[in-house]
Nanobody, 125 residues
Framework: QLQASGGGVVRPGGSLRLSCAAS????????MSWHRQVPGKERELVAS???????KYADSVKGRFTISRDNAKNTLYLQMNRLIPEDTAVYYC?????????????????????WGQGTQVTVSS
């Protein structure tokens, strides 16, 4: 239900914008977030935004990355500026949401976490 896009290869100092579109019969999206993972390391939180537009960022990306969401389009974005080689990773989006099927089965207070498929970001000269 989550489709991430926008990754690629960029030189240090460059920019990329990642997108993550949620599809299906979605009734409510709570928190959304971006995570990243490099081989041999645990997946780490990069940035998150909840339904009240409270934002959190990893210290390593503060001032360079901006997370935003378009609730009308059920889409999450990550604007990445001043990229450095250490930002190289597979980036995953995550959403805590309620879809129609779960609403019918479990009621309006239910939600579950979904992951996108990941998009590769490579920062290299």
């Amino acid at each position: 239900q989550l489709q991430a896009s926008g990754g690629g290869v960029v030189r240090p100092g460059g920019s990329l914008r990642l997108s993550c579109a949620a599809s299906g019969h979605i009734l409510r999206i709570n928190a959304m977030s971006w995570h990243r993972q490099v081989p041999g390391k645990e997946r780490e939180l990069v940035a998150s935004v909840n339904s009240r537009n409270t934002y959190k960022y990893a210290d390593s990306v503060k001032g360079r990355f901006t997370i935003s969401r378009d609730n009308a389009k059920n889409t999450l974005y990550l604007q990445m500026n001043r990229l450095i080689p250490e930002d190289t990773a597979v980036y995953y989006c995550n959403a805590d949401l309620l879809n129609n099927a779960d609403f019918v089965s479990f009621g309006p207070e239910y939600s579950r976490s979904y992951w996108g498929q990941g998009t590769q970001v490579t920062v290299s000269s």
